[in-house]
T-cell receptor, first 111, second 110 residues
Framework: GAGVSQSPRYKVAKRGQDVALRCDPISGHVSLFWYQQALGQGPEFLTY????????KSGLPSDRFFAERPEGSVSTLKIQRTQQEDSAVYLC?????????FGQGTRLTVV | DAKTTQPTSMDCAEGRAANLPCNHS???????VYWYRQIHSQGPQYIIHGLKNNETNEMASLIITEDRKSSTLILPHATLRDTAVYYC???????????FGTGTKLQVIP
C-alpha cells in the first residue's frame, strides 16, 4: 500500500483480556516505531525497531507490553491482561531517513 | 533530544498566514527542527524540517533564527483544513525517537 496501515482501527477489550495490534509499514522502510497517545496528549514513544531488531523499548510502560517484528516488515504490539489505563490510541510509524510516516492508529478502549 | 516550547493554542483567519512559533533554546549543532501536524482522529503528518537555513515546500515555510534557538512555521494561506495540532520537534539526524510535546492547537476561523 501507499502508506502505513494499522489494524484493527478500533478495539474494545474487557479488562484482563489480551490484545494484538498490527502495523504494516511502508515497504522497504527500515525503521518502525510504536507510540501511545492518551486523549488530549501528544504521542509518547513506546519502542523502535531497525529491521527485525528491537533497538529501543524504553517507552514500554510495563512488562505486559510486548512488540515484535520477526521478518523486518509487519509489526505486532501485544498487550497482555489489559487494564483501563491502557485505553489510548496506538500509533505506528515507519521511516527510512528523514521524516516518519504514521498510520491512522488503533483506538483501544478497555472496559 | 532538545526540548521545545510552543503556545498551547492559536487562532488564524481563513486565507491569512498562520505563524506558529517554537522555542528550542537547548538545540545542539547536529539537531534538526521538524514540524508535524495531527488532524483530528488521524496520525501525525510530516510537514517540513530544517537545520540552519530557511526551508519551503508545498505545504509551508520554516524560518529558523540565526542562533537556532527558535523557529517559526508559516502556513501562507490558512484554510479550514489546516485546523490541527502542530508539533515542533528537535531531532538528531540519525535514529528518530520522536518526542512529541502537547503542540499548538491551531484553529482556522472562517
Amino acid at each position: 500500500g501507499a502508506g502505513v496501515s494499522q489494524s484493527p482501527r478500533y478495539k474494545v477489550a474487557k479488562r484482563g483480556q489480551d490484545v494484538a495490534l498490527r502495523c504494516d509499514p511502508i515497504s522497504g522502510h527500515v525503521s518502525l516505531f510504536w507510540y501511545q497517545q492518551a486523549l488530549g496528549q501528544g504521542p509518547e514513544f513506546l519502542t523502535y525497531f531497525q529491521n527485525e531488531a528491537q533497538l529501543d523499548k524504553s517507552g514500554l510502560p510495563s512488562d505486559r507490553f510486548f512488540a515484535e517484528r520477526p521478518e523486518g516488515s509487519v509489526s505486532t504490539l501485544k498487550i497482555q491482561r489489559t487494564q483501563q489505563e491502557d485505553s489510548a490510541v496506538y500509533l505506528c510509524a515507519s521511516s527510512t531517513t528523514g521524516e516518519a510516516f504514521f498510520g491512522q492508529g488503533t483506538r483501544l478502549t478497555v472496559v | 533530544d532538545a526540548k521545545t516550547t510552543q503556545p498551547t493554542s492559536m487562532d488564524c483567519a481563513e486565507g491569512r498566514a498562520a505563524n506558529l512559533p517554537c522555542n528550542h533554546s537547548t538545540i545542539s549543532g547536529n539537531e534538526y527542527v521538524y514540524w508535524y501536524r495531527q488532524i483530528h482522529s488521524q496520525g501525525p503528518q510530516y510537514i517540513i524540517h530544517g537545520l540552519k537555513n530557511n526551508e519551503t515546500n508545498e505545504m509551508a515555510s520554516l524560518i529558523i533564527t540565526e542562533d537556532r534557538k527558535s523557529s517559526t512555521l508559516i502556513l501562507p494561506h490558512a484554510t479550514l483544513r489546516d485546523t490541527a495540532v502542530y508539533y515542533c520537534i528537535v531531532l538528531s539526524g540519525g535514529y528518530q525517537k520522536v518526542t512529541f510535546g502537547t503542540g499548538t492547537k491551531l484553529q482556522v476561523i472562517p
